[in-house]
């Protein structure tokens, strides 16, 4: 879980970085006005990012791999994969 939030951090700067040089170069290229549009697009990349993470985050939980197959039943309690004794109530 570390590598994965290192590498995220990484390439969260490498963005931010880019993002930078992105704005910089189109100043010295024609002005303000690209420059207007190149931040404009990082804004819209931007919420699309956010927006398809907020959609990850809030998606409802896979189903259990380990679930009967559609159309089978298994009896309440049961573990379909290992029959496990059931529990006295």
Known sequence: ???RESG????????VVASA???VAAYLINGAAL????AGVE???LM???????????Q???PDRRAAP?????????????????RPP
């Open 60 to 62: 409802a939980p896979e």
């Open 48 to 58: 699309v990012y956010v927006g398809r993470r907020w959609r990850l985050l809030r």
């Open 1 to 3: 879980m570390a590598e």
């Open 8 to 15: 995220a951090q990484i390439w969260g700067a490498a963005v």
């Open 70 to 86: 559609k159309g089978h039943r298994t009896a309440p309690g049961a573990d379909p994969v290992r029959a496990r004794p059931s």
């Open 35 to 38: 420059v207007l549009v190149v």
């Open 21 to 23: 040089l992105a704005v």
């Open 43 to 45: 804004v819209l990349l």
